[in-house]
């Protein structure tokens, strides 16, 4: 039975559902881990405060209560889910934390009347948890950063270690010293591999 807009539903009693004709459920997309925050919003009326639930259908006239507002203007916890009731703006609340792969299916907001054991579904939703998303690992390349000054000094002062012993031996002042290129500054290399071959060569 339809009453304007809105559809009744039973809950652990056999009754009637009226929907109406290729209406679709609103699809909800989340991923493991995540929450769902939804408001679903009625209409407001007078009279003794009228409970407002959230429930996982079971069948199609039938659903699972998973947690009922008892008084406007405070949360209602039970296990993973909560609701809030705001009667001044007319809506109210419902999280769902941690949510999982099996938590996927239908479910319904609406206002609970207690005495009838009745739901007035208010919003169809097809919730679709999806597995998590994996990321890859990121790799940092770090560079150590080189002391070529240093370096280049103990080259130098090799460099003219050699000189001086090459210098003192006998045997080898006839022979022009090899320069390596690589050894030292480029400009200090040149300047004493010249000297040093025109010394060689005037002994």
Known sequence: MAWGGVHTCCFHLCCCCSWPQGAVPEELHKHSGQTLLLQCQYSPKRGPYQPKSWCQQASPNWCTLLVTSSKPQTAVQKSRYTIWDKPNASIFKITMIQLTQNDSGFYWCGIYNASENIITVLRNINLVVSPAPTTSPTWTLTWLPTNTGRL????????????????NQGGLKSSAPICLGSAGPKLLVSVLCGLLLAKGLML
């Open 152 to 167: 280049e000094r103990s080259h130098q002062a090799a460099w003219e270690t050699q000189i001086q012993g090459r210098g």
